[in-house]
């Protein structure tokens, strides 16, 4: 059982560049979602998808694009990458949205310079 | 929008002593979900409460779900080394499509 797949688990970019993080899930799960986590700051969800070709933003959207082609995978598109962007990156899914078990990935620990 | 505070932000303890988190929501929630992060690890789904007033236990863990469904706890008796990590509280709604995370609880626990 796969569950949540996330790469890369380490990224370090430079101040400008983009790059995409990859999320892919095989439950079949309808809802998506990205987090970012900073230290003493919990979660915060950035993009979330209810279903393929639906996405919508959270709560720190800014710097962030997402696509959901399929149901399977959902990735999140760093467009010009920032210090501020430094963070651990949670990709999340679920059977449907708005409370029901949430199965989180490894995570992708980026760094930006 | 739906604000869910957690407290406290960080608790010590020895161990064999019993801890508890607080989970507070700003608006009245459909559910409620407890999750705990190992340090360097993801978050790892515990339980979920729906009804108001519930109570769950699993083990040496109690989860409560408040009447008025704006408020959840978690208790740890007696805690053990391996309790050590982050214990988050996520409020659903339904029809908002998502749940919201509360910045979690991190527990240390000295031998």
């Known amino acids: 059982n796969a569950g949540v797949t996330q790469t890369p688990k380490f990224q370090v970019l430079k101040t400008g560049q983009s790059m995409t993080l990859q999320c892919a899930q095989d439950?079949?799960?309808?809802?998506m979602s990205w987090y970012r986590q900073d230290p003493g700051m919990g979660l915060r969800l950035i993009h979330y998808s209810v279903g393929a070709g639906i996405t919508d933003q959270g709560e720190v959207p800014n710097g962030y694009n997402v696509s959901r082609s399929t149901t399977e995978d959902f990735p999140l598109r760093l467009l010009s990458a920032a210090p501020s962007q430094t963070s651990v990156y949670f990709c999340?899914?679920?059977?449907?949205?708005?409370?029901?078990?949430?199965?989180f990935g490894q995570g992708t620990r980026l760094t930006v310079v | 929008g739906q604000q869910v505070m957690q407290i406290p932000q960080y608790q010590h303890v020895q161990e064999g002593e019993d801890f508890t988190t607080y989970c507070n929501s700003s608006t009245t929630l459909s559910n409620i979900q407890w999750y705990k992060q190992r340090p360097g690890g993801h978050p790892v789904f515990l339980i979920q409460l729906v009804k108001s007033g519930e109570v769950k236990k699993q083990k040496r863990l109690t989860f409560q779900f408040g009447e008025a469904k704006k408020n959840s706890s978690l208790h740890i008796t007696a805690t053990q080394t391996t309790d050590v990590g982050t214990y988050f509280c996520?409020?659903?709604?339904?029809?908002?499509?998502?749940?919201?995370f509360g910045d979690g609880t991190t527990l240390t626990v000295k031998p």
């Open positions: 996520a409020g659903g709604k339904t029809n908002a499509g998502k749940s919201t």
């Open positions: 999340a899914s679920s059977y449907v949205a708005g409370g029901t078990e949430a199965f």
């Open positions: 439950m079949n799960h309808e809802y």
